[in-house]
């Protein structure tokens, strides 16, 4: 059974560009999480997607932005890169069915630095 | 913001019990204690999690002190493969899928 899968697992971009990052949800779960992590900081909560649409956001610009596949795999888009936007940038994934403390699992995140 | 304090560090040796401690003091009915940890440079890993009873898994045993206000975590016999930083998170979940709130952690370094 596979886990919350990322790619890529490193990149670099200039600022300015724009990056997109891919995830794909462990097994029988449908509702994808991204959460930001800057050095020595914990993780901050991007967004959530479920049934292909954005269900709650955190305090990010809209530079970032994502997308939620049939297949419930998940792209996070950050357009315009700025220097601060360099974290590692985590995919969780969860059951939306569960009522009793569904859990959320992480992927091994992407770690993007903007030169 | 978190809902939780933890101690920034502890050290404890290796082979003997790692007693990690969380308060959350203005937790409410619905709301789950969670504990993750993060090794470095890899994604946060699910421990366990529980309501209002002690719980116990193959990685830890959580106890939730009677008037849910605090909470320890025990990994019973720590390896140096347990060196990471723990987050402790309250969350509820009877209202959707709310998302997980980080606060700094516990930094744990086990020593041969």
């Known amino acids: 059974d596979a886990g919350v899968t990322q790619s890529p697992t490193h990149l670099i971009k200039t600022r300015g560009q724009q990056v997109t990052l891919r995830c794909s949800p462990k097994s029988g779960h449908d509702t994808v999480s991204w959460y930001q992590q800057a050095l020595g900081q914990g993780p901050q909560f991007i967004f959530q997607y479920y049934e292909e649409e954005e269900r709650q956001r955190g305090n990010f610009p809209d530079r970032f932005s994502g997308h939620q596949f049939p297949n419930y795999s998940s792209e996070l888009n950050v357009n315009a890169l700025l220097l601060g936007d360099s974290a590692l940038y985590l995919c969780a994934s969860t059951h939306s069915g569960s009522r009793s403390g569904n859990t959320i699992y992480f992927g091994e995140g992407s770690w993007l630095t903007v030169v | 913001d978190a809902k939780t304090t933890q101690p920034p560090s502890m050290d404890c040796a290796e082979g003997r019990a790692a007693n990690l401690p969380c308060n959350h003091s203005t937790i409410s009915g619905n709301e789950y204690v969670y504990w993750y940890r993060q090794i470095h440079s890899q994604g946060p890993q699910y421990i366990i999690h529980?309501?209002?009873n002690n719980e116990t898994n193959e990685m830890a045993s959580l106890i939730i002190t009677e008037d849910r206000k605090s909470s320890t975590l025990i990994l019973p016999h720590a390896t140096l493969r347990d060196t990471a930083v723990y987050y402790c998170?309250?969350?509820?979940?009877?209202?959707?899928?709310?998302?997980?709130?980080f606060g700094k952690g516990t930094r744990l370094s086990v020593i041969a």
């Open positions: 529980g309501l209002k």
């Open positions: 998170i309250v969350r509820d979940v009877n209202s959707g899928n709310t998302p997980l709130v």
